[in-house]
């Protein structure tokens, strides 16, 4: 149940990373307004952490000029 989320910053930002349920439900907040400089970086998700069931969840990546989701399914 743990997977690693990799992404890659072309200049300095404030970034966030969240994971959410199929409802739309924060689950679980993994990166909440931290400062990066530019540089390729990883966040380790353990799902064992947060009690979560297998299905689909999704991740959303914010930062000042950029935000992306991404669908992952967690199978147990």
Do not use: C, H, W
């Not at 200049?11 to 966030?16: G, H, N």
């Not at 930062?63 to 669908?71: A, V």
């Amino acid at each position: 149940p743990t997977t690693v989320i990799r992404f890659a910053l072309p200049k300095e930002s404030y970034v966030s990373l969240k994971i959410y349920d199929v409802n739309g439900r924060l689950v679980a907040d993994l990166i909440r307004n931290k400062y990066y400089v530019p540089g390729f970086y990883q966040q380790e998700f353990n799902s064992s952490q947060y009690s979560l069931s297998s299905g689909i969840y999704f991740y959303k990546l914010e930062s000042k000029e950029f935000t992306q989701t991404r669908r992952m399914i967690l199978v147990k």
